[in-house]
């Protein structure tokens, strides 16, 4: 029960100050050939994203700013990001993602049709609203408590002042719930005032997809979406699948209303909707949804302005290529010859029935050919890096803007593809059971002829532009003497030129921070992870499970400790049971062999678990009883790692791990 959630450390790793850093080099000779070459290679004169980015604009966001708490820094800031306003590319980003970068600032509210509006470019995700009979439907919230109001504010500005009558999660994933507050309030969902509205299994992924490896996920997605870089020509310029995310407050107001079949049709203030459930697409638990009366279809996040990822780079289960292009091609089906304009809760509409299937085709293959192309590779015996190096896409799909990997990569996407079939093992008996990284390191290192040797064959070929070779090796350099400053050095110049080379922007973000790590080592954590909202939608299961992914084994030998649970207003029981180093539980019992049983409420629970509270205050103030042995309690919960949210990725972890 020490963190409350990992999701809400998930989101507030991401606003981790930057350390004071080294500055950054210029692209170099080899660098500014590959891009040129890209710049050459694409229409990048082809306007017609940007006028659909632009079009229906009412109006921007005042300042580009949204503020935060009294003497806190801005929720969401796009003044930073003014450089790309400046024309050309710069040699030190991709062309194609500079396009992208540039697409992603159009922010503001936008009518898309008659009584159809979004508002873009106040988080990472779009808020989608409906004028109902005598209300508003909105999908979705952004990530933020204060981007969800300042999106709602917006409209209100320019339209009139409805009541929201309808919130639609389209959705597991935060940045299309946690605004929520920002939106209605908890009573008013509770009381059905406010429907709503969610797919199946929405509560239990909403959570549980970053609870159980949460602090990893946390420390990686600082590398996907590289928010302790500095903003510039030579740091962050994008995040692909919007600008970034905003780094407010978080909320999950439960649904009162779930759609469980495959199709659902509801009629909400005046509004049909049309349902689809699609889950095990992008999100374990999503839906689309579809509006006949304006002819507009809502792809949620299955399809966007960007090839999406079988594989997020954070780490998430494998999304399956094969189910998520059905589903788009269902789509077509169902509603293609019907549908005017596509809208998605990510980046800006297509208009015109031509238009939308020819989009939606290019989305439905571009997933289909990664998936069957990888198989097929495996299949021919290649391995996970064989099909990646060897996998492009055919020109049809590669000359798209929608289908380019500014977000997912063809690259680690054919990867997914066999990890989802096959797993981590590339069947070569070597590669069963290596050294581990920084003992293989040292043995490599050694091999080739000490540090000395590899660091100047090293050298010469990174002036030959070889900068994959020269990170990789480097790597190894830093594993084998993580205080080998001209390892580090090196590295850092190496990651740096293919960061500047990179069309992904997650990809540019990882390459770019593990520079920065490697330049000036890791920035100071400075977290807040108390989410009461987020930790409420984690059941008493889910919260005992990562408390028995912290157990230390070393520390539990030989231990025996059995402990009755009893929640009293939600009248749950539990025995939780710790032997040969596992802790185990069993809900709706009781064990008559208790060391010690505990009996409290859900809130306790959650303030203790927040650290608002202790075990021996809420004893104190009768808000938890314990009877039998409480030593053995105090036992048993010192028995638990802390995880670092700050550990280190492109040098060997410091700490000690028993």
Request: aromatic share 8%; proline share 6%; no cysteine.
């Amino acid at each position: 029960m020490h963190r409350p959630t990992a999701l809400a450390l998930l989101v507030a790793a991401l606003a981790l100050p930057a350390a004071a850093i080294a500055q950054p080099n210029d692209a170099e000779p080899a660098t500014r050939a590959a891009n040129e070459a890209v710049a050459k290679a694409l229409p990048l004169a082809d306007r017609a994203d940007f006028e659909d980015a632009q079009r229906g604009l009412i109006a921007p966001l005042p300042n580009g700013v949204v503020a935060g708490a009294a003497g806190a820094p801005p929720v969401w800031n796009l003044k930073p990001f003014d450089f790309l306003k400046g024309g050309a590319s710069p040699p030190t980003v991709n062309p194609s993602l500079w396009r992208q970068a540039q697409l992603n600032l159009a922010n503001g509210l936008f009518q898309v049709a008659d009584r159809v509006y979004q508002v873009r470019g106040l988080d990472m995700a779009n808020l989608t609203i409906v004028e109902g009979d005598t209300g508003l439907i909105v999908t979705d919230t952004t990530m933020t408590v204060p981007t969800a109001k300042a999106a709602l504010d917006l409209y209100y500005q320019h339209r009139p002042n409805k009541p929201v009558v309808a919130l639609i999660y389209t959705h597991s994933h935060i940045d299309h719930f946690g605004g929520a507050r920002g939106l209605i309030s908890e009573a008013d969902a509770a009381s059905g005032k406010v429907k709503v509205i969610a797919p199946a299994g929405f509560m239990e992924h909403a959570v549980a997809e970053n609870v159980i490896a949460g602090n990893a996920m946390s420390r990686r997605a600082q590398f996907q979406f590289g928010a302790p870089l500095p903003v510039g020509e030579r740091g962050q310029v994008d995040a692909g699948l919007g600008k970034a995310l905003a780094l407010g407050p978080l909320s999950l107001i439960p649904p009162n209303d779930t759609i469980q079949q495959s199709y659902e049709t509801r009629t909400i203030d005046g509004v049909e909707i049309e349902f689809h459930l699609v889950p095990g697409s992008e999100a374990p638990s999503e839906m689309i949804s579809y509006y006949p009366q304006f002819r507009l279809l809502n792809m949620a996040e299955d399809t966007t302005h960007t090839l999406h990822n079988l594989y997020t780079l954070r780490g998430a289960a494998v999304r399956d290529g094969r189910l998520w292009s059905k589903y788009i091609g269902e789509a077509i089906d169902r509603y293609g010859d019907r549908t005017d304009i596509v809208i998605a809760q990510h980046h800006w509409p297509v208009w015109g029935r031509d238009r939308v299937v020819g989009y939606l085709k290019k989305q439905r293959d571009v997933y289909k050919f990664i998936h069957d192309q990888s198989v097929r590779l495996l299949n021919h015996g290649l391995t996970p890096t064989e099909i990646a190096e060897r996998l492009t896409l055919p020109p049809s799909l590669a000359g798209e803007f929608a289908a380019r990997g500014y977000y997912g990569s063809v690259s680690h996407n054919a990867k997914a593809v066999y990890q989802f079939y096959l797993g981590w093992y590339d069947a070569n008996p070597a590669e069963l059971n290596p050294l581990p990284r920084a003992e293989q390191a040292k043995k490599e290192i050694d091999y080739m002829g000490g540090a000395a040797a590899v660091l100047a064959r090293a050298r010469d070929d990174y002036k030959a532009g070889q900068y994959r070779w020269v990170a990789s090796v480097a790597s190894k350099l830093v594993f084998a003497d993580p205080a080998n400053k001209e390892a580090r050095a090196l590295g850092a110049d190496a990651l740096e030129q293919l960061g500047y080379q990179a069309e992904a922007a997650t990809w540019r973000n990882a390459y770019l921070l593990g520079a920065q790590e490697l330049r000036s080592g890791l920035a100071a954590t400075a977290l807040s992870t108390a989410n009461p909202d987020l930790l409420k939608a984690v059941s008493v299961d889910l919260a005992f499970d990562f408390l028995a992914v912290r157990l230390n084994p070393a520390k539990a030998e030989g231990k025996r400790i059995v402990v009755n649970w009893t929640f009293s207003d939600t009248k749950e029981t539990y025995t939780m049971t710790l032997e040969n180093s596992a802790l185990s539980h069993v809900a709706g019992k009781l064990s008559s062999d208790a060391n010690v049983s505990v009996t409290l409420s859900r809130p306790t629970f959650d303030a203790i678990s927040l650290k608002q509270r202790s075990f021996l205050g809420a004893i104190a103030t009768g808000d938890l009883w314990v009877s039998g042995n409480p030593l053995k309690l105090r036992e048993l919960f010192g028995m638990f790692d802390e995880f670092s949210p700050n550990f280190e990725v492109i040098e060997p972890v410091k700490a000690s791990v028993d």
